[in-house]
């Protein structure tokens, strides 16, 4: 069956120091990948995409993400974390050739310490 | 643009009411999505409708929820008979089909569901 993981649950950094947030899949062919932001009380918000091409995608707000299919990763990345960046965020992959639904990790919240 | 949104934002009932929860998707989109996220969990995928297509309904838990799309563009999604269990936060989102290429989906803000 398909899946997501995400491996932490909460992550604390300071301001100023780097941020990388773990994904995994469970799929069997490459899907489309995704990295969700939320705020609180917030809808989502997507972040960046990955679909084809080069494995290392950027996004907005500062972020990129590699795709490594060896490992079945998609992990989130910013070399600089600032205080606004604390939400939640959620790893998603969606099926290729497909509008369907996305399947969702169960997110990591990170928080930033001053 | 106008984004995808929801009405209403909060909605607070008693076990065993029937609720109603509505979704505005961004005009001209084809797909809506509803999610609902528990709290601890991710997402969890409830219903697609896409065009005039039967909708995907395998994510729904149980005979008590139901939604459906009028006229191609606002959803609403019904639960009858709500338990405490479906208390969560329901999300939800809209895409554009494009032939051949990727697609994303945007999300509303969501209606936080309490049942006492």
């Known amino acids: 069956a398909q899946s997501v993981t995400q491996p932490d649950i909460h992550i604390t950094v300071s301001e100023g120091a780097s941020l990388e947030l773990r994904c995994n899949y469970s799929y069997g062919a490459t899907p489309y990948l995704f990295w969700y932001v939320q705020s609180p009380g917030q809808g989502l918000q997507l972040l960046l995409k990955y679909f084809s091409g080069d494995t290392l995608v950027q996004g907005i707000k500062g972020f990129e993400a590699e795709f490594k299919r060896s490992q079945s990763s998609f992990n989130l990345r910013k070399p600089s974390v600032h205080w606004s960046d604390a939400a939640e965020y959620f790893c998603?992959?969606?099926?290729?050739?497909?509008?369907?639904?996305?399947?969702f990790g169960k997110g990591t919240k990170l928080s930033v310490k001053p | 643009g106008a984004g995808v949104s929801q009405s209403p934002s909060n909605k607070v009932t008693e076990k065993g009411k029937d609720v109603e929860l509505r979704c505005d998707p961004i005009?001209?989109?084809?797909?809506l999505y509803w999610y609902r996220q528990s709290l601890g969990q991710g997402l969890e995928f409830l219903i697609y409708?896409?065009?005039?297509?039967?909708?995907?309904k395998s994510g729904l838990p149980s005979d008590r929820f139901s939604a459906e799309r009028t006229g191609g563009s606002v959803s609403t999604l019904t639960i009858q008979r709500t338990q405490q269990e479906d208390s969560a936060v329901y999300l939800c989102a809209s895409s554009k089909l494009k032939i051949g290429t990727s697609y994303e989906q945007y999300f509303g803000p969501g209606t936080r569901l309490t049942v006492t």
């Open positions: 998603a992959v969606g099926a290729r050739g497909s509008q369907g639904n996305l399947i």
């Open positions: 005009s001209g989109h084809t797909a």
């Open positions: 409708f896409q065009g005039n297509s039967a909708p995907d």
